[in-house]
């Protein structure tokens, strides 16, 4: 569980013993992480790989809720690391955790080592029970010793908690209606809603607060400077005075006052020596994708209570530490007295509207001390007014020789910027903090350096056996629009833009798709996932290319260094392009719970398919118009394909994330189908039917 005998960073970060695992129940083993649930069922898993480790049934081993004031710091949950890192550091803490206490257990019963064993928090000696189990030994054992990865795991899956399918444990709740941010309520609660800046920096020029009183009396208008909330203890009230927030506003924008934050400027890297660049033929194409919305299905919501000096928050946010240190300078706190409590909201893998949510409840919170206030963002609000996932382009440069391999391969990027989460880069980048001071808006942006697997950069490095490969990388900070993380980051542009160039280049050459890449690959696990799906899905198909149905393929390793995945995919292309199945093969080591990984990949799989084919956020004159679903089209029920799913088994190997693994292949595939169906290449996503008949008009 250790690489070269160095801890997991989250392990060097928090070393207590205490951080992770507890016992204060009885019949309770407490596991603390710092990393969220998301719907994407981590809770589970992390359980999974404490009960293996103590053993214990899994029935015992309850999470603690995320807190700033309970949990160790794992910073941000994202970048498929929860099982990599967090599951790490857990596994070493529970079997640091079952020596210290079997140890205590022989200083107690004056009984050798060898001799103790447990089962379920009991102990026992020569196979035979002891009145002693984990619970009555708590107190003999120092909890606040560091974890040193020194004492040995036991091997996975020996206990059959590792590799099985085990139920979601934070569904009951949800079942029931109150698992959610949204069901949270507390005595006196107040409701909210913020009157966004319709661009970044309006200035709020007027509010007619006598309209206002008159058509809904009984609302509290909080004003600093160009933040605006409305207060009240009627939610639907509140609700329905911010839907007509045109009628009591006026905003302007001050000339000057928005600048185009400075970055490192273009970053070129260079990896072997190219070959001359003579050869059969070439491609120098660009592929793009136009900005898209994190569309969760419930809008960001947050609550907050300023007591007695400390203020308590309640968030979905993905990184509850780097918020709390926003919250607490932005607001002009100690970090101590802020609490920042992790609550389940809707799906989200990025940096949403969450973050700015619990800012605004925060906000209005200090103003109204004793009272909970509860923020809820509009539809509009959550679909175009938080982070967007990033608009960007990628080109690729590349030639064949004679023999059909690549002799020359250069690819650029030049995307907007992709890590502009709470903290990162010394700014609070949060937007009601800049409605509070436009000095807060950040003069200086980076890309997420290759240690966190880059930005605009991830994936961008082709994953094949090139001679050389050039990459450069811009980040484009000329648009107010602003953007964040998103699901797999440039990674899903990057691999697609990758990947549909493999095919250009294999037509160019006259060979199959899949043998042009497995000619170029070297990576046996690579090579694997690719040859299962296309042995899966019956590839290449029977129909000829240009008659409206086909199959494609592509494959990657997620950020180069995470699971790797093959898809193939089937479209039919008529008015409009139709996903009619997929095949996905993935290899991402040790799977923990085959179910849960399944729903994983799976599920970005669909989201994949549904930014591929339908999703982009319309931009007029730099800004992000109010829109609700009529205006920004997702893949409906109706339209979900046809989904295979198959992984490679090798418990041996070390588990690896597979949250983000399957949105670039899945992207790549269909692109690539859909280029074999009409016999002409789309390069711009989506692929929506506009676009498909603008390249039929075209051609």
Request: charged share 20%; glycine share 10%; proline share 6%.
């Amino acid at each position: 569980m250790t690489v070269d005998n160095v801890l997991p960073k989250s392990l060097r970060d928090n070393p207590e013993l205490g951080c992770w695992v507890s016992f204060d129940a009885p019949g309770v083993v407490g596991i603390r992480s710092g990393k969220v649930e998301l719907g994407q069922g981590i809770l589970t898993a992390l359980a999974q790989i404490a009960a293996d480790e103590l053993p214990v049934d899994p029935a015992l081993v309850a999470l603690v809720p995320c807190d700033t004031d309970r949990s160790p710091d794992e910073g941000i949950t994202a970048g498929s690391q929860s099982v990599e890192v967090s599951g790490a550091s857990i596994r070493l803490a529970a079997a640091q955790a079952r020596a210290a206490l079997l140890g205590a257990a022989a200083a107690r019963l004056g009984a050798e080592d060898a001799r103790l064993s447990c089962r379920d928090g009991s102990i026992l000696v020569d196979g035979a029970p002891t009145r002693l189990d984990f619970w009555s030994l708590a107190s003999d054992v120092d909890w606040r010793q560091p974890v040193g990865g020194n004492v040995p795991v036991r091997p996975a899956g020996r206990d059959r908690a590792i590799g099985a399918s085990h139920p979601r444990i934070d569904m009951a709740q949800k079942r029931a209606g109150a698992g959610f941010i949204h069901d949270l309520s507390l005595p006196g609660l107040l409701h909210a809603r913020v009157v966004r800046q319709p661009f970044r920096l309006a200035r709020l020029a007027n509010v007619d607060e006598a309209w206002l009183e008159r058509r809904h009396p009984g609302l509290t208008v909080l004003r600093r400077n160009d933040f605006l909330a409305l207060v009240g203890p009627d939610e639907y009230g509140v609700h329905a005075a911010h839907a007509e927030a045109e009628r009591f506003t006026a905003w302007e924008e001050l000339p000057g006052l928005w600048q185009p934050a400075q970055t490192a400027g273009e970053t070129v890297t260079r990896l072997g020596s190219a070959a001359p660049s003579a050869g059969k033929g070439g491609i120098d194409v660009r592929y793009s994708r136009a900005h898209v919305a994190h569309a969760s299905i419930g809008p960001s919501c947050a609550l907050a209570l300023f007591d007695a000096g400390r203020l308590t928050v309640w968030s979905h946010s993905q990184g509850i530490f780097p918020l709390r240190a926003q919250i607490a300078a932005c607001l002009g706190l100690e970090s101590s007295a802020v609490r920042v409590v992790h609550a389940h909201g809707a799906g989200c893998y990025g940096h949403n509207g969450a973050d700015d949510a619990a800012l605004d409840a925060a906000i209005v919170a200090l103003e109204m001390p004793g009272r909970p206030v509860r923020i809820l963002w509009s539809r509009e609000d959550e679909l175009g007014r938080g982070p967007l996932g990033t608009a960007m382009s990628t080109g690729v440069a590349a030639r064949v020789d004679a023999a059909g391999r690549v002799v020359s391969w250069s690819l650029s990027v030049v995307s907007a910027p992709h890590a502009q989460r709470p903290g990162f880069g010394g700014h609070v980048n949060l937007s009601s903090a800049e409605a509070l001071d436009s000095a807060r808006l950040p003069a200086r942006v980076e890309d997420l350096p290759d240690a966190a697997g880059g930005g605009a950069a991830r994936n961008a490095v082709a994953i094949y056996d090139f001679p050389g490969q050039q990459v450069s990388v811009r980040l484009e900070t000329g648009s107010r629009i602003r953007t964040s993380s998103l699901r797999s980051l440039g990674a899903h542009l990057n691999v697609f833009a990758i990947e549909c160039a493999m095919d250009e280049l294999a037509d160019l050459a006259g060979v199959d798709p899949l043998d042009f890449r497995l000619r170029h690959l070297s990576d046996a696990r690579c090579r694997a996932v690719l040859e299962g799906a296309a042995e899966m899905s019956g590839w290449p198909g029977s129909r000829p290319a240009g008659e409206g149905r086909a199959l494609g393929i592509a494959a990657a390793r997620y950020k180069n260094k995470g699971a790797w995945l093959a898809a193939v995919a089937e479209v039919s292309v008529d008015e409009a392009v139709r996903l009619e199945r997929l095949w996905l093969y993935a290899d991402m080591g040790l799977v923990i719970n085959p179910q849960g990984a399944r729903s994983q990949i799976e599920g970005g799989a669909i989201q994949a398919a549904s930014w591929t084919l339908k999703e982009a956020v319309k931009v007029e004159d730099d800004r992000v118009p109010a829109f609700d679903w009529s205006a920004y089209p997702i893949l409906k029920f109706s339209e979900l394909p046809e989904i295979e799913t198959r992984f490679v088994i090798d418990p041996a190997r070390p588990p690896l994330g597979a949250g983000e693994a399957a949105q670039g292949p899945v992207a790549a595939a269909i692109g690539n189908a859909v280029s074999r169906a009409l016999g002409l290449r789309m390069r711009d996503l989506p692929l929506t039917r506009d676009r498909l008949v603008a390249v039929l008009m075209g051609a």
